[in-house]
T-cell receptor
Framework: SQTIHQWPATLVQPVGSPLSLECTVE??????LYWYRQAAGRGLQLLFY??????ISSEVPQNLSASRPQDRQFILSSKKLLLSDSGFYLC????????????FGSGTRLTVV | AQKITQTQPGMFVQEKEAVTLDCTYD???????LFWYKQPSSGEMIFLIY??????QNATEGRYSLNFQKARKSANLVISASQLGDSAMYFC??????????????FGSGTQLTVLP
């Protein structure tokens, strides 16, 4: 069966520090991968999505970047965190050609101080 | 314009009663999919139910059903026989276009449901 792993679960980082959040999917190949951010009490905002290795599309220009060095690995990064980067980050995957089946990771709660 | 609108920031329901969570959507695509997710306080996003735009029958999954009214562009979630464990944030989401491409989900702002004992 397919599983998605996301870590760390919580993170407290100072302003100006770098960030690296990792997401991996098991049990499938060539998944579509997504990074979402959820501000407190709000809906989810799509940040990046990827249909393949090194194929990244950005939805919102900002302080963050994403990379997909391997088929089932998706990384969210920042060189210098801002206070406004605080939030709940969720990774998700969907199978290419499927109409449903967006599965989310357990999320990372990031607090920038 | 908002693609997904959830007009109920918060809802209360008595245990064992049914509750309807509203969702309206806006798209010019003929092919699209509608989803409902549950997010408990732990933060995980739990898939509940899916409705395709060409599905003629309303989707049902156990105690969850989706009241799909295509002409009105609404996709309300009905939870029957509410349980205390149903207390959570509920999100409506839409995928536009065909399923063969990486189509991201667009989410509404959510409805916080509280089930009262």
């Amino acid at each position: 069966s397919q599983t998605i792993h996301q870590w760390p679960a919580t993170l407290v980082q100072p302003v100006g520090s770098p960030l690296s959040l990792e997401c991996t999917v098991e049990g499938t190949s060539n998944p579509n991968l997504y990074w979402y951010r959820q501000a407190a009490g709000r809906g989810l905002q799509l940040l990046f999505y990827s249909i393949g290795i090194d194929q990244i599309s950005s939805e919102v220009p900002q302080n963050l970047s994403a990379s997909r060095p391997q088929d089932r690995q998706f990384i969210l990064s920042s060189k210098k965190l801002l206070l406004s980067d605080s939030g709940f980050y969720l990774c998700a995957w969907s199978a290419a050609g499927m109409s449903r089946g967006y599965t989310f990771g357990s999320g990372t709660r990031l607090t920038v101080v | 314009a908002q693609k997904i609108t959830q007009t109920q920031p918060g809802m209360f329901v008595q245990e064992k009663e049914a509750v309807t969570l509203d969702c309206t959507y806006d798209t010019s695509d003929q092919s699209y999919g509608l989803f409902w997710y549950k997010q408990p306080s732990s933060g995980e996003m739990i898939f509940l139910i899916y409705q395709g735009s060409y599905d003629e029958q309303n989707a049902t999954e156990g105690r969850y059903s989706l009241n799909f009214q295509k002409a009105r562009k609404s996709a309300n979630l009905v939870i029957s026989a509410s349980q205390l464990g149903d207390s959570a944030m509920y999100f409506c989401a839409m995928r536009e276009g065909s399923s063969g491409s990486a189509r991201q989900l667009t989410f509404g702002s959510g409805t916080q449901l509280t089930v009262l004992p």
